[in-house]
């Protein structure tokens, strides 16, 4: 397996400590293989019994937390029934775990004993789990406003958290600079970390009886599960083990939306904004750096993105309070998309929750009990 730069196509070997290419584009990964079918009989329920679909080292010892194969269930919202992925019901809460995993295990892989990240709150607490269960030193750059709960969740990970006024994209220009020779293990910028979302793909063929939804809502930031997610359903139908590819649907916050902002107006990379603090946070990504292959990935799957406003976050939050899902707001954007559906796109829908509500818990009882 080899890195291939998106923009220019220079290639790299997975042994080059890089996250992107000299010309400043994002990297892909040159994969075609898929896990035997032999393996689903494994008893491991953990995102490695897909292994083989990682493309990954064949010695490369995994770094797991027991991540991956959760809940999916069906509940009727508004009148409608619909499939509910509780993927923040991972190791660290939140489904940042499946990229996290696999990431760290190629650090750790690579010899490598030292990464830093930028993160609002999620992909930081994984990154710092992960490389804790690895003995790897962390160092987390973090927007001013990231929430107490998942501050002290990585801290308690034994990670150096650096906190940077401003917005997410401040973080992020900020752990870039301090990388210098140490090892930036971003999940907005590595073509790992996506990878770990092909396993989403495949549990949800799993659990609907080996065939695939007809439409799949994902709260969209960086994107990267919305990539991953794709080449999980790509691979499958490549392995003629599935048909149809279904829509992706993803879903952006009002306040940031690059994304959707460049979708509808037929841009193949994001859109420059002016983006607003969300309730949201975890989706506020300003300039996602792999949006050229999220956009992509919608398109040739006949999706679509849809944004958000906050009011509307705040109602879908309190309808999965209202179920016994404690999701944070950023998971409640998915079903807020999903209730500006036509009412016969509604049906079956699965509806991917991304973090636990748990992790902010302050800003919750604020929001909901002033």
């Not at 953990?46 to 809940?71: K, M, N, Q």
């Not at 994209?169 to 990388?179: L, R, Y």
Request: glycine share 8%; with cysteine; proline share 5%.
């Amino acid at each position: 397996m080899r890195y291939s730069c998106y923009s220019c196509g220079k290639k790299y070997p997975l042994t080059e400590k890089i996250f992107r290419c000299s010309c400043g584009s994002f990297l892909e990964i040159e994969n075609s293989d898929m896990f035997p079918e032999k393996a689903l009989e494994n008893s491991d329920r953990t995102i490695w019994r897909y292994r083989e679909a990682f493309g990954l080292p064949r010695d490369l010892v995994p770094v797991s937390l027991g991540e991956g194969h959760s809940p999916l269930i069906k509940k009727k919202i508004d009148g409608t029934d619909l499939y509910l992925k509780l993927d923040f019901l991972q190791p660290t809460g939140s489904f940042k775990d499946r990229g996290a995993s696999l990431l760290i295990s190629l650090v750790k892989h690579l010899g490598i004993t030292v990464v830093i990240e930028d993160s609002s709150g999620n992909a930081g607490a994984a990154i710092a789990a992960y490389s804790a269960a690895a003995n790897i030193n962390c160092r987390v750059f973090v927007p001013g406003y990231t929430p107490d709960g998942k501050l002290m969740q990585m801290k308690f990970y034994n990670a150096e958290v650096v906190k940077i006024p401003g917005k997410r994209q401040d973080a992020n220009d900020a752990a870039i600079e301090a990388s210098g020779n140490t090892y930036y293990a971003s999940h907005l910028w590595n073509p790992i970390f996506p990878l770990g979302f092909k396993s989403t793909a495949y549990e949800l063929w799993e659990d609907l009886g080996r065939k695939l939804p007809a439409l799949v809502i994902i709260p969209l930031g960086s994107g990267g599960n919305v990539e991953g997610i794709y080449l999980g359903f790509k691979s499958l139908i490549q392995a003629g083990l599935a048909h149809r590819m279904p829509w992706l649907i993803g879903i952006q916050a009002e306040k940031c939306s690059p994304i959707h902002t460049a979708f509808i107006h037929g841009l193949d990379d994001s859109a420059e904004i002016e983006v607003e603090t969300t309730v949201a946070e975890g989706i506020a990504v300003q300039r996602p750096p792999r949006a050229k292959a999220v956009l992509k990935a919608l398109r040739e799957c006949g999706g679509f993105t849809l944004s958000v406003s906050e009011e509307e976050i705040l109602s879908a939050a309190r309808s999965l309070f209202s179920i016994g899902i404690f999701a944070e707001p950023t998971s409640a954007a998915a079903l807020a998309g999903w209730r500006k559906l036509k009412p016969h796109d509604k049906r079956d829908a699965v509806l991917i929750l991304t973090g636990s509500g748990l992790k902010e818990t302050n800003k919750l009882s604020k929001i909901f009990t002033a």
